[in-house]
C-alpha cells in the first residue's frame, strides 16, 4: 500500500459522512448475517466526537473507514471493566477500501494508544452466533474471553436487546 494513511478524529463536519457508513454497514450486514445493528443516536455521534472517541481512517485524504472507542462499557464488561481497557466499537469500511486491513490497523493503534495512556486491554464484542467474526477477530490477535447475554432496556443501542455476545480482548503490554 504506497497510499498515504491517518487515523484521526473526526469532527462535527464528518456527522454526515459517519451516518453513511452505519447505513452502508446496515445494509451490508442484512445480506451477510441475520442480525443487523438498528441505527444510532446523532446525539450519541456528537457525544463522541466533543470526547475525541469518534475517528476516521483517511487514505490520500479520503475517509475510508470510522470507528468508536469508548473507556469504560459496564453493560456489556459488567465486573471487567474496573480494568483499564480501550473498548472499539462500530468499525465501518468504506466497500472501496475492503481488504486494508484496518482491523489489523485499528488494532495496532488501539494498542499503541494503550501503551502511551497506560490502559491494559484493547476490547471488542460482537454477536455470540457469528462464528465468522469470532474466528476473524481470534486471527486479528484477540482473545475471545466468554460470552454476555445483554437484558432488554440496557441502555445501549437497540440491536443490542436481548442478544448474547461474545467478548474479545488483547493485552496491551
Known sequence: MNESLEIINSTTADVETIF?????????????FNKHWQGFSLDLVKQEITENRQYKILVD???????AVTFNDPQIWKERDQDSAIYIHRIVTHPDFRGYGFVNIIIDWAIAYSKVNNIQYVRMDTWADNEKLLAYYTGCGFTH?????????????????GISLNLFEIEAK
Open 20 to 32: 453513511e457508513f452505519y447505513d452502508m454497514a446496515i445494509a451490508h450486514q442484512k445480506k451477510v
Open 61 to 67: 485524504g479520503k475517509v475510508a473507514s470510522i470507528f
Open 145 to 161: 474471553v466468554g460470552s454476555i447475554k445483554i437484558a432488554p432496556n440496557s441502555g445501549l443501542p437497540k440491536h443490542y436487546e
